[in-house]
């Protein structure tokens, strides 16, 4: 008997059918143009879950189809490709055109949830965004993209998704010389703060409402009932980002370029470029070696967060109709916020319940992390481990302090707090372990594999990937992924250049 399904044939990317609502915008919002060929494109990695999203299988990746349309070498059916215009505010100071200098829409496909998903492939050539770049990316850049929209999508946090790195023998200039790629990015829109911002500051409120529009009727069409849909846009985006910034905090990433231009009017991560996940704790960490002042550091991600949202407030201004009502709208960021990162906290310590005090324990323990620089996401994998009854479950936790004394009392006041309401320790470490990751990406990871795949050897980016497909299991089999960085990484510094 034959024991084996005849599956469907999966659709290859030939199958999928493009359309582009944003290209349905009147022409002054993009312009329409082709990728730039990209010489003898080789598969570097992709992604399955990601590729699921548009029900797509992976016996696709390996087709020359697939390879050749992600490299832009082969128009899809049906898209209608462009580069979009927007604008921005970068380190806080207006920049004026900014624009897809080096991404090209595809258009927009079926996606598995009933949704439609934007593909766009970063590194596709210039634009007449473009400026003085040459509408190339790195290899390295586009790993770090690639590898990071996938772990920041399994870690539970809105982000924009990577289905594909393609890459080229084809050189670009940085500091070096450093071959190519193309990162196809999938979102339902990568509208950005900045391109609300590029009408306002050129005095075009006709093409403001259109964006607007466009943006309520495709993805906030809840709003369009409100009483002032802007409003409630400017309204929703804030706790939107608010969330989103409650989630960066909680986790340790550092996006590194916060510039509004980079803001995702959706609520989600969107340009990766300088970011990092925090290691030894030190709340003024700047993960991006270009931003000297810190503009970016990890604990100004919050209140910079706030601030892009008041950019975006300034340009919806003219649609909203009063300085009252926008700052209406703005103004319940901080208590999202709060309220966000809290529950967040909460949940990283295996608390259920709110007391009066747990401020104090939670400052206490922050300055104690910092005081012991002590890594982020393996302080608080091992704080899983502490059982109420037995300080010797705490040593691999209490070894990544300097002051043993010092945590041994911070030590117990928590689990004071924890016997307060009665918790069991078989129950918190499950729900901790599903707060609290084991694997993020860590520098050192990532650089290591962009230099296998440097020397295309591209399993390590292969595995790295899976592995943080499920950052909050144990995976015994990759715990070396879970340890504490090198030495040789704290040497490892990472800029704008991309
Ligand atoms: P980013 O800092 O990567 O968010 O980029 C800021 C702006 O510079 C955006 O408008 C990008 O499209 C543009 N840009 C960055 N790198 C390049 C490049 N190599 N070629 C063309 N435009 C670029
Ligand atoms: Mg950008």
Redesign the pocket.
């Known amino acids: 008997m034959n024991h084996r399904l005849a599956f469907p044939a999966a659709p290859a990317l030939d199958h999928l059918r493009f359309s582009n609502a944003f290209a349905s915008l009147p022409a002054a919002f993009y312009t329409k143009l082709t990728p730039t060929p990209l010489p003898a494109p080789y598969l570097v990695a992709a992604s399955t879950q990601a590729a699921q999203l548009i029900g797509l299988a992976p016996a696709a990746f390996g087709n020359d189809d697939f390879i050749q349309t992600l490299a832009g070498n082969r128009g899809a059916d049906d898209s209608q490709p462009l580069a979009a215009v927007?604008s921005g505010h970068?380190f806080g100071v207006w920049a004026g055109q900014?624009?897809?200098?080096?991404?090209i829409l595809l258009g927009d496909v079926a996606a598995a949830d009933g949704g439609r998903l934007e593909l766009q492939l970063k590194?596709a050539g210039?634009?007449p965004?473009?400026?003085?770049?040459?509408?190339?990316?790195v290899l390295r850049s586009s790993i770090r993209e690639y590898l990071c929209s996938e772990a920041m999508a399994a870690l539970g946090i809105p982000t924009s998704r990577a289905l594909a790195v393609i890459g080229s023998d084809q050189l670009?200039m940085r500091e070096r010389p450093e071959t190519t790629a193309v990162v196809t990015r999938m979102a339902p829109s990568f509208v950005r703060f900045g391109s609300f911002e590029h009408w306002y500051y050129n005095n075009q409120p006709e093409a403001l409402k259109t964006l607007a529009d466009h943006v309520i009727a495709g993805f906030y069409p809840e709003l369009q009932a409100a009483e002032n849909p802007y409003q409630a846009l400017l309204a929703e985006v804030t706790r939107r980002t608010a969330h989103l910034m409650a989630q960066w905090q909680a986790v340790g990433f550092m996006h590194g370029?916060m510039?509004t231009?980079?803001m995702s009017i959706l609520g989600l991560t969107l340009?990766y470029?300088p970011f990092g996940f925090m290691e030894a704790y030190d709340p003024r960490h700047i993960c991006n070696h270009t931003d000297q002042q810190g503009r970016y550091a990890y604990n100004q991600q919050p209140q910079i967060g706030h601030w892009n949202c008041f950019a975006l407030g300034q340009a919806l201004l003219p649609l909203i109709g009063s300085v009252e009502a926008t700052e209406a709208a703005l103004s319940n960021y901080q208590a999202l916020y709060g309220a966000k990162l809290d529950e967040l906290l909460h949940a990283k310590l295996g608390l259920v319940s709110r007391q009066a005090d747990d401020d104090k324990l939670l400052d206490a323990m922050f300055t104690l992390m910092q005081a012991s620089h002590v890594d982020f996401t393996l302080f608080f994998r091992r704080l899983g481990n502490l059982r109420l009854d037995d300080v010797d479950s705490d040593t691999t936790l209490r070894d990544l302090f300097i002051d043993r004394a010092a945590f041994d009392a911070w030590a117990l006041q928590y689990r004071t707090r924890l016997k307060l309401e009665n918790s069991q320790d078989g129950n918190r470490k499950l729900a901790m372990d599903a707060s609290n990751p084991k694997y993020v990406l860590r520098n050192y990871l990532a650089h290591t594999a962009i230099e296998h795949a440097q020397n295309k050897d591209f399993s390590e980016v292969r595995k790295l990937q899976q592995i943080l497909e499920n950052p909050f299991d144990e995976q015994p089999q990759h715990a070396q992924y879970a340890e504490l960085p090198p030495d040789w990484a704290s040497g490892l510094e990472v800029s704008?250049s991309?």
């Open positions: 927007y970068q900014l624009g897809d200098g080096r991404a590194g210039a634009t965004y473009s400026r003085m770049g040459d509408g190339r990316a670009a370029v510039n231009d980079n340009d470029g704008c991309s």
